[in-house]
């Protein structure tokens, strides 16, 4: 079992930043690939990124490349996710996910976050 605890939400406005953490205990941190995820009002989760266990490898939304970047520091059992040039569309919860794949589906992460908020005002 492993416990997620998601911060750093907040409102800001657009084309500013926000880094999101997400804090893991239980079962040994560095063993699972983690995810960050979206849900916006009125749609489906949807894949922002994910990282493998070592961190030297990564996986993006299309429309987040070139914007937000997640980090894992496996000695802080935390994941980080680092959100610039935000825009309003990226207003959504936000979720850490733990699961073994590196992989977008929703499916393929086992333990979920409660969430923060993320506001972008225009």
């Known amino acids: 079992q492993v416990q997620l605890v998601e911060s750093g939400g907040g409102l800001v406005q657009a084309g500013g930043s926000l880094r999101l953490s997400c804090v893991a205990s239980g079962r040994t941190f560095s063993d699972y690939v983690m995810g960050w995820f979206l849900k916006a009002p009125g749609k489906e989760r949807e894949f922002v990124a994910a990282i493998n266990w070592s961190g030297d490898n990564t996986r993006y939304a299309d429309s987040v490349k070139g914007r937000f970047t997640i980090s894992r520091d496996n000695a802080k059992n935390t994941v980080y996710l680092q959100m610039n040039s935000l825009k309003p569309e990226d207003t959504a919860v936000y979720y850490c996910?733990?699961?073994?794949?590196?992989?977008?589906?929703?499916?393929?992460?086992?333990?979920w976050g409660q969430g923060t908020q993320v506001t972008v005002s225009s």
């Open positions: 996910a733990a699961g073994w794949v590196l992989s977008m589906p929703v499916s393929a992460y086992k333990y």
